[in-house]
Each structure stands twice: as structure tokens, then as C-alpha cells.
């Protein structure tokens, strides 16, 4: 795929061709806050009660990898999910906004890819160390400005078959109640990314597996899938 | 309180004459990786079982203070408590160490108040919401190099009263086994920080409380307490 476009960035605007291998995430967040359990169908299917709140937890921006790279099983887990996500960008420092005024300060919209170790997941209790190993949150290909976020179709395909498909019209806290809700807990900065929940339908990923999230208005998020290699300080 | 010091910072050291009411926090670091649970006397008064492996979260950059600055109150909490601990300074970027090579990777150690709302942490059974607040990590007053972490008293004051006293000893996972952890599920980078978990005596915070956290050979941590004002974008 290759084409003109609009990269947006926070410091401006810039046309250049490109084709999508060029591209790397398009933000490193300061922070990732991300929100659980807020598609009804996905909450069905884990077995949970609807939520009276949003649940959030964070991932560090090490998870953070870009469109065509890999996503890499790490030798703790025997089962990696993916699960493809609206992510809201931050415009600017944004603390105790309301839900009405939450749309001034989102830059726009990218897709992400929740990537979560299932079976660390269920056996922590906590979530963050199943959804925090490098190379878990695949964000790009770009930032869409452009785009409502209220009813946007959102797939999810592992080597070509739809595994999840879900609309963001069906989420239980929308994407301005979410920024509203999560700016009076803590201060959001510029660059700073809300994922939104995923829909029904997660499953494992296995090595030489290319998963690609696809969102109306936005894009498509392509990543391949290989086992961990082992090159830390200790190599 | 003041004397003359070695202000250490990554880009080196400087010597110059301080008070106590002059510091900022001696990191903002791009994550702080937190452990649930390693002091045997916290997790009894918790009612939990001893772990097999470290539970982790995350807590935001947003959310630290430097010393003497003021832990706020959010309105969405009936009951904020302070949670005295040790917080190592990782040194350079440390990817998949072992627990023997661990220490080359720790720039030093400092005191940090892992300040929760229980409240909230019970209501939500991710911990993200409960510990994310602006204002809920103290860290400071600086960073010692110079000590060795496996056998510190720790002690929390509220008001000059001991609430909790405890000892790096006491540790389920010591310091290098959690970095080696914590290395094998996302790369560390220089200032990162690992807060090492509390001990007995957990208990809630007051407006007008001062809390001090004091951990032998490094100094003590204090800060005020106060209501939040909200001056957020929608004031």
C-alpha cells in the first residue's frame, strides 16, 4: 500500500509520499490508559457483569511497536490474544474536562492492538504484567483528524478471516465520556492515547500469524507475529 | 532541614547548598512499575496469600510529587492511604537481566509514598484507578548511591506517630530479583523506576496530615495533605 498523505504530527502537518512499510507508530505516548470490558459483547463472552464504571489499567510506552512490525511471544506465556481498539490521541494537557467539552482536546483517532498474554492475564489478577511485554501495543498506521468516533465499523483478521467485528456505536462509555472520566483521575498530556475497549470474538495469535485491525475512517494496522528472541543485557 | 549535598541527576552530579523546601522530585520517569504484596506483615493485614511470583501495576508519570509538595484528596475517595516504600532507579536501558547481573543496571534508590485510594482499589479490582490520582507518588527527597538495599529500616509517620516500620530484609522478591522480573517483561530505561511494595500499617490520610516516609540511608520523604481543588480545563 502507498499513497499521499497527511502525517500528522504534534508539531504540524506534513504531505509526503509514502508507502506503508516506511511507517513507524505514529505517537510514543507518555501514557497509555487503557479501558476494559466496554464492548457488551466482549464482556459476554469473558463472562463478566456490565460495568457501572470503566475499568482502567496502563501499559508502558515499551509495549509501543508500528504498522508491519512484529509482535513477539514472549516465552512466559503459552497464550497471546489480540485485540483491535479505537485509540483516542490527546490534543493537550487536559485535566477534569467534562464529557461535553472532552472533543477540544482529542488530536484524533488511531487503531490499537491490546496484545495480552491470557493466561498471565487470569492467573495475576492484575492485568498489567499479560499486557505489558514490549511489542504488545501496535499503534498507527496514522492519526485520522478527521473522523466521528461515535459509529465506526471496527474489524479485526488473523491471515485473512474476520475474527472480531464490532462498532464503536455499541460501546458502554464512548470515547468523550472516557476522556472526561479519565482526565479526573489524572492529568492527560499531549500525545497521550485512551484505548477504548475491545469487541467479542479475542483469540490466540501464533507464530508467522499476520493480524490486521481495520477501522472505518481510519486505516488498517498490520502486524506479524514471531517468537521472542532473547537478546537482553545478558546476551 | 538543609545541609550541602550531592544533587545527583543522570547527567552527573552537583554539589551545592540546599533546604529541604527547595527539591523536586529527583525523577520523572517515563514509567513506574509497581509490586503488590512483598512484605509478609502486608499481605496478612491484606488477608491475602503469599505469592508465587511478583504482582505488578503501573502508575502514571502524572502522578508524582517531589518532596514537600502536597498529596490531594480527589472527591471521588472516601479513604486515601499513604503506602511507605523503597524505589529503585534503574541506570540505563536493561532489557532481560539476571538477578546476578542486576545491581550494574540500578542508578540508586530513593523513598516513594505508593499513595492509594482503598476505597476505590476494592471497588474496582484493578488497582489502575486507586493508585493513578495526580499527586499519589511522592518520590524524593534524592537518589542515594550509595547503600546497600537488603537490609534498610523503613518507617511511616503520620503526625509524628509511627504507623508502619518495617525492613528491606522482610522482602518476598528483593530488589534484584524484581529488576530481573520486571527486565524479562519490558525494557527498562534510565530512570525508570521499581517501587518494592509496602509493609504492615497501611492507614488513611487526613487533610492537614503530614506524612513523612523515612527509609535509613537515604533520609525522609514529607509531604502535606490537602483537599483537591479542581481547576481543571472545564474551570
Not at 16 to 37: M, Q, T
Not at 40 to 53: A, D, N, Q, T, W
Request: glycine share 8%; aromatic share 8%.
Amino acid at each position: 500500500e502507498e499513497g499521499e498523505a497527511a502525517v500528522s504530527g504534534l508539531n504540524g502537518v506534513n504531505w509526503k509520499r509514502f508507502s506503508y512499510e516506511d511507517l513507524d507508530a505514529p505517537i510514543i505516548p507518555s501514557k497509555a490508559v487503557c479501558v476494559g470490558l466496554n464492548y457488551r459483547s466482549h464482556i459476554e463472552e469473558m463472562g463478566e457483569k456490565l460495568p457501572e464504571e470503566p475499568t482502567l489499567f496502563l501499559k508502558p510506552r515499551t509495549a509501543v511497536i508500528g504498522p508491519n512490525d512484529s509482535i513477539l511471544l514472549p516465552p512466559q506465556s503459552k497464550r497471546v490474544d489480540y485485540e483491535g481498539e479505537l485509540a483516542v490521541v490527546i490534543k493537550d494537557r487536559t485535566y477534569w474536562v467534562s464529557e461535553e467539552e472532552a472533543h477540544k482536546h482529542v488530536l484524533g483517532y488511531t487503531i490499537a492492538n491490546d496484545v495480552t498474554a491470557r493466561d498471565l492475564q487470569s492467573k495475576d489478577g492484575q492485568w498489567t504484567r499479560a499486557k505489558s511485554f514490549d511489542t504488545f501495543l501496535p499503534l498507527g498506521p496514522w492519526i485520522e483528524t478527521d473522523v466521528d468516533p461515535m459509529n465506526l465499523r471496527l474489524r479485526t483478521l488473523v491471515n485473512g478471516q474476520v475474527r472480531q467485528e464490532g462498532n464503536t456505536a455499541d460501546l458502554i462509555f464512548d470515547v468523550f465520556y472516557l476522556v472526561s472520566f479519565v482526565s479526573k483521575i489524572m492529568t492527560l498530556e499531549a500525545g497521550d492515547i485512551i484505548l477504548t475497549g475491545t469487541p467479542s470474538g479475542v483469540g490466540p495469535l501464533s507464530a508467522g500469524d499476520e493480524v490486521v485491525v481495520e477501522i472505518e475512517g481510519i486505516g488498517r494496522l498490520v502486524n506479524g507475529v514471531k517468537p521472542m528472541e532473547i537478546v537482553g543485557n545478558d546476551r
